[in-house]
């Protein structure tokens, strides 16, 4: 082969090459940006007008919804499906909107909103908070629906549906607003749900034919690795502190892991709250095993710990609970006083059946124990422990028996199998289904926990959730990127609030988180 032919060889495939990846390039370039789409998937006329306004001719029959509504007989309904079609995270934070509290505008020129209402598939039903409690869908005028600013991970979107009046079906309809390094487009489907597809017809076939003229030549293709999403870091992190947070740590932990592309690697080995914080300060920041640690606590640290650094992730929910056989589900904050002053050692004493009282216990170090000391006893401590297996005493003169068990599993495990038992235990583990048979939990002074009426208060035996590094991790650690999200990603906060606890990332979270007590 001569000189001349291998040019032209060379640069046929130079060419090939280039035409092949340029394509994909920039379509990765710039789907790379953050970007939300919205498209109309219906606009459909449900009054009954009587004369088309185009021709003046008698409109066909309609069902004619509002006929006793004269009003209302051009009504119209509009669903606008709004997704995030790009491969980036949008956060609350990424909207531009002037108001803090809104990050898109619907406008339909010509019409006046009568109603809406927003519709999620099943995956996404963790985003209905944002349009349920304040600011919500906001009428600004008469055709202006203001859209909060809704966080959406790749894939995801919701669908507003819109009553409407004056006008006729097919006016136009805008989607407007800004978002931080990105855009917002309209977006185009052949059936309601399908995705658009990226290429043309011709682009797709000339991609076919260039690649068969590749692969004829023997020109492998280039592939090139992923990148890591932006919110994502690399490294190593250990977990530990509160068993009761354990749960939600082990998922957190393996969501970010599988959202970061199995990139970072993250352990997590709870022993305690009280243990695991003050294991992190004697550190002196020194990883343990390699791995930099956040201790995750049920309650603030000591005073004594300066060099901690706290986040508010949640407020964790605790509970009493009794073996079956107490049939008793509601006590005073008095009475649980009185029981753990010893002053109570039957529970026929409370209008109970003649059974001894067992108080089965967690360790020292445990944060569950510490919120109940502070946020039910008054700051009083459990008395002393007078049996190592929670049935024989090794304390003879213990005005009641009392044990005390290394984890919540433990607690729960022994209230269930020893009548007269009562012990205590984070909301999630002690409700079913994960609870064991053969105990219930008991409500405070007729005050049920529930997590989405913490703002009101009464319930007490609660407990913020903080997690502790040593010091201020760097913005681009391993540590404070989990931390954010944690507090920050959609994601991560549905995974704090399925295991029944209030992220404090949430509107009614910042609130209750921002208390001091």
Known sequence: MGWLEITFTAAGLLLGVVSIITPFAADRRARRSRRIGFRKQMDIAIGHNGTAPATGQADPPLLGLFNDLPEMRDATLVLLRIENDGSRHIEESDYLDSSPLYGLTAEFPGRTVRAHDVTLPGEHTNLMGYFEHQPGLHVAGPSTLRIPRVPLKPGAYYKILVLLNGGAEGDRVAVTGDLKDGSLHENHSLTPDEKPPVFSRQARWTTVVLGLALMAAAVLPLTLPAPLPDDCETGTLRLTGSTAFTPVLTELAHKYEEHCGDEPRITVAAHGSRTGVRELALSDGKPQDGAPAVAFSDGPRPASYTQLSESRIAVSLFTLVTHDEVK??????????????????????????????????????????????????????????????????????????????????????????????????????????????????????????????????????????????????????????????????????????????????????????????
């Open 328 to 517: 008793l589900t509601n006590l005073s904050v008095a009475d649980v006083r009185r029981v753990y002053r010893g002053e109570i050692g039957n529970w026929s004493e409370l209008g109970g059946p003649d059974l001894p009282v067992v108080l089965v216990s967690r360790t020292s170090g445990s944060g569950t124990r510490s919120a109940l000391t502070e946020r039910v006893l008054g700051g009083r401590d459990e008395p002393q422990a007078s049996s190592d297996d929670c049935v024989n005493r090794t304390v003879r003169d213990a005005p009641v028996l009392r044990c005390e068990l290394d984890s919540t599993e433990q607690v729960l495990d022994t209230v269930a199998r020893t009548p007269g038992a009562l012990g205590y235990a984070e909301l999630r583990a002690a409700s079913p289904p994960d609870a064991p048979h053969g105990l219930h939990r008991l409500t405070l002074d007729g005050r049920a926990p529930n997590p989405d009426r913490l703002d009101t208060g009464g319930y007490p035996y609660r407990e913020i959730e903080y997690a502790y590094t040593y010091g201020r991790p760097p913005a681009d650690s391993l540590a404070s990127s989990f931390l954010a999200y944690a507090v920050d990603n959609g994601t991560g906060k549905g995974v704090v609030a399925t295991h029944g606890h209030l992220p404090c990332g949430t509107p009614v979270g910042l609130r209750v988180c921002g208390k001091a007590d």
